[in-house]
């Protein structure tokens, strides 16, 4: 299987409802309730005007990042992924575009990637319901637009899951995956080695989940495991072209920047190595993770 980088041909901007900007610094509609304003680590300086929604805050060539339902998927700061890709992208010189997505807002269709975050199991099936209703996360996927999803968006994205009760619930069969309750809850670091097809370093993350997930033919698996769980058979998260799904929180790509950079190669082609002074912090994040977990 290849993956040359493609970057995306842009249609021009279809008519298309408003979609919420993300406000980083304080936009209660921006933020899931409960969460601190961050500062943004690229700098953009807090209280730094929000676009208007509908219009484009930057160029067209903006790379357009979706945060999918932060208010019903949103459980171990999986708003640092997209903080990530936004600070890689920026080190490339690269414009991104983030906008939030609640799940009372229709999921724009023009999206360079999307994300979605873990969640409980109630919000993770009012979730499904919703993003099936809509649409719109599907048909992006199929138009070639990147996907990543973490644990509840994970196995949301597969044709089913289990619900509260281990009861089947349909998913969206963006990827050939099928999850249902495990015997017991994985819970703890995990460490995983991705597939070398994706060129990604070694994993570290962190689990919670009941969910085992099976993986169909047309998914491969993202990792093998190497501590933790993962999908429950020795692998651990699954793609098929640019769909991309993991269990990993901690958040995911703060921990596995190598992870980011591909998605952001998936969508924007290409990318220029960064100054080893910007790859510090996340260098010692690793460093110190994998060293209390594999010594
Ligand atoms: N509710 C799902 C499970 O337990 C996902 C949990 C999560 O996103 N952390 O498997």
Redesign the pocket.
């Known amino acids: 299987m290849t993956h040359a980088p493609q970057p995306r041909h842009r249609a021009p901007e279809p008519a298309e409802p408003p979609t919420e900007p993300l406000a980083p610094q304080g936009d209660p509609g921006g933020r899931p309730p409960g969460v601190a304003p961050e500062r943004d680590p690229g700098g953009r300086p807090p209280g730094a005007a929000p676009s208007r929604p509908g219009r484009r805050r930057r160029g067209p060539s903006a790379l357009r990042l979706v945060w999918v339902y932060p208010d019903l998927?949103s459980?171990?700061g999986d708003r640092g992924n997209l903080l990530v890709l936004e600070r890689r992208a920026r080190l490339r010189g690269i414009e991104t575009e983030p906008a939030a997505v609640n799940a009372d807002q229709p999921v724009p269709r023009s999206g360079d990637i999307y994300l979605m975050?873990?969640?409980?199991?109630l919000p993770?099936i009012l979730a499904a319901r919703r993003l099936s209703a809509d649409g719109g996360l599907a048909a992006a996927a199929r138009a070639g637009a990147v996907v990543f999803a973490?644990?509840?968006?994970y196995?949301v994205l597969g044709t089913e899951?289990?619900g509260t009760e281990g009861e089947r619930v349909s998913g969206l069969g963006i990827l050939d995956i099928r999850?249902g309750?495990g015997e017991r809850?994985g819970v703890g670091e995990i460490v995983a080695d991705v597939d070398p097809e994706l060129g990604v370093p070694r994993l570290t993350g962190f689990?919670?989940?009941?969910?085992v997930t099976s993986l169909g033919r047309a998914a491969r698996p993202l990792a093998r495991v190497t501590v933790g769980v993962g999908n429950g058979d020795g692998t651990e998260g699954a793609y098929a072209g640019k769909v991309l799904g993991t269990y990993l929180?901690g958040p995911a790509l703060v921990r596995n920047p190598g992870l980011a950079d591909l998605l952001l190669t998936w969508a924007a082609g290409p990318l220029a190595p960064l100054a080893p002074a910007e790859e510090n912090w996340a260098r010692q994040l690793r460093e110190e993770r994998l060293a209390a977990v594999v010594g």
């Open positions: 998927l459980t171990y975050g873990g969640g409980e199991d993770q973490v644990c509840a968006g196995q899951f289990g999850s309750r809850r689990e919670n989940h009941q969910g929180h």
